[in-house]
């Protein structure tokens, strides 16, 4: 139990497209997702929380209107990179907490963005 | 605010020998802790918690943890390694009255067969 998927798994675009990334908890209702951007050989770093039927709230530093995250549905939240740089190329991880808990986060697989 | 320290960048352990992977946190009120793990080009993988109860908390794959209040500390551990545990390991704190998890830097753990 407690399946957090993510699509793409690697992705691949021109610099000024914009890329979608799909984060759904396949076996559980998730109220609250999670968004991180991960560097080569670093930690996570946090980059927005996701509430669903709500506004994301973005950490300090992290340009709301550059990475757009929608949370429609209590299984699905989605994160659009916006007129994507070479510098948004990163290994993007979401994670969910199952409704009702906030225990433990289960992440998804990420997906790797390389912007040309 | 709240913190985690992965002191060591890198474990090296023999096959079948034990292992562990130090964390220290930081936080403001009680912690909530957990170990992840991640295999490369791969999400994180939960291992194990601690959110109250018994101090030594024992999760996946063998691991477990002690959970040691009074040295802020959170070790992982697991009583023989296996080649297959090779991966990066990372520690986790969360205040009990937040959602938003801090993670260490990571460790990463090499068993040499």
């Known amino acids: 139990g407690a399946v957090v998927s993510q699509h793409p798994s690697w992705v691949i675009c021109k610099s000024g497209t914009s890329v979608k990334i799909e984060c759904r908890s396949l076996d559980f209702q998730a109220t609250t997702m999670f968004w991180y951007r991960q560097f080569p050989k670093q930690s996570l770093m946090l980059m927005a929380t996701s509430n669903e039927g709500s506004k994301a709230t973005y950490e300090q530093g992290v340009e709301k209107d550059k990475f757009l995250i929608n949370h429609a549905s209590l299984t699905l939240s989605t994160l659009t990179v916006t007129s994507a740089h070479p510098e948004d190329s990163s290994f993007y991880i979401c994670s969910a907490n199952v409704a009702g808990s906030t225990d433990t986060q289960y992440f998804g697989p990420g997906t790797r963005l390389t912007v040309l | ?113």
């Open chain 2, 1 to 113: 605010a709240q913190s985690v320290a992965q002191p060591e960048d890198q474990v090296n352990v023999a096959e079948g020998n034990p292992l562990t992977v130090k964390c220290t946190y930081s936080v403001s009120g009680n912690p909530y802790l957990f170990w992840y793990v991640q295999y490369p080009n791969r999400g994180l993988q939960f291992l194990l918690k601690y959110i109250t109860g018994d101090n030594l908390v024992k999760g996946s794959y063998g691991f477990e943890a002690e959970f040691n209040k009074s040295q802020t500390s959170f070790h992982l551990k697991k009583p023989s390694a296996l080649v297959s545990d090779s991966a990066l390991y990372f520690c986790a704190v969360r205040d009990e009255g937040s959602y938003q998890l801090t993670f260490g830097k990571g460790t990463k753990l090499s068993v040499i067969p």
